[in-house]
């Protein structure tokens, strides 16, 4: 397996319902590193990417949240319907999806 290109990480981290902070696994995380999953498969991106779970990245609140290494790139209230122009702008042709970047206000 040659080394991949990009490194996509999904918060799937879980707070109980009500939590103040909120989290990505009450967004439906999970189902979305399933469709990155898929996708890669399903697009041949073996190689070109690999996709792993996280634990909590910090901005909660714009959840979920998926970074797309080694650009550095932080996406914000992901969908599974977001996942498809991910893969095929993003990681197939290298042009990052500036709708769903979370914002550099944000940072503070
Ligand atoms: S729970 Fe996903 S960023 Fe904090």
Known sequence: MPKPAYHILVCTNQRP???PRGSCGENA???LLEKFGMGIEEKMLFGKAIVSTSSCL???SMGPVVIVYPDGVWY?????ADVNE???QHIARGKKVERLEIPDAVWG
Do not use: M, T, Y
Request: charged share 20%; glycine share 12%; aromatic share 0%.
């Open 76 to 80: 914000n209230r992901v969908k599974p």
């Open 86 to 88: 991910i893969l095929e």
């Open 58 to 60: 910090g901005p909660c």
């Open 29 to 31: 995380a999970a189902a």
């Open 17 to 19: 319902p009500g939590h």
